[in-house]
């Protein structure tokens, strides 16, 4: 499926451009964002690599993910990943530049693509793999009914040490039951 745009409550997800490497840098080569995902910051020339390889892994057939662009505002804020891994299981990965950290952007965009992994792809399974300390990160995953599973020692090397992970992970049947009881309360 490409090209994918999907639109969420406050966040437009949609396929990398080639201009998106600078605005990425913002997010891939800040510290205050790097710290908590599994690579170090990234210079212009990674950032811009980082940016051709989502736009070359989209027109593969079949897709091995879905790497999206967070749009915030007509405005580039992120992105959130969606990598096979499996059979019907996928990877929640996401980063929001940090000046808009606390505006639901993450819970959104992640909500958006969970969704669309459990109605458009037929995925059975999503987890998510969070360092310790991003309480930030818990809890957006809880927020959206992910279940605590456990912890996978020293899970990924970066910032110069192993890091520990906690494991979060929803099926699609408990995502139903979710979005059936949000639907019922929303007007």
């Known amino acids: 499926m490409y090209p994918v745009t999907l639109t969420g409550r406050v966040v437009t997800l949609r396929e990398f451009r080639e201009d ?38 989209a027109q593969l057939e079949p897709r091995s993910e879905y790497y999206l662009a967070v749009e915030h505002e ?3 804020a992120g992105f959130v990943r969606l990598g096979f891994d499996g059979v019907k299981a996928a990877k929640l990965g996401y980063a929001i530049h940090a000046d808009r950290w606390g505006k639901g952007l993450a819970t959104d965009a992640a909500r958006t693509l969970i969704g669309f992994g459990f109605t458009k792809l ?3 399974r999503i987890s998510a793999a969070i360092g ?5 990160s818990v809890a957006v995953v809880e927020r959206l ?25 929803i099926l699609e049947a408990e995502w139903a039951g979710i979005e059936s ?3 019922a309360v929303t007007p």
């Open 122 to 124: 037929g995925l059975h």
């Open 74 to 76: 007509t405005e580039f």
């Open 20 to 57: 998106d490497a600078a605005a990425s840098l913002s997010v891939v080569g800040d510290d205050r964002v790097t710290q908590w995902l599994s690579f170090n910051s990234r210079g212009p020339a990674e950032a811009a690599e980082m940016v051709r390889g989502a736009m070359a892994r």
């Open 132 to 136: 310790p300390e991003n309480l930030a």
């Open 145 to 169: 009914g992910m279940t605590y599973e456990g912890r996978i020692r020293d899970h990924v090397f970066t910032n110069g040490a192993w890091r520990d992970s906690l494991l979060y992970s």
């Open 181 to 183: 009881a949000s639907a």
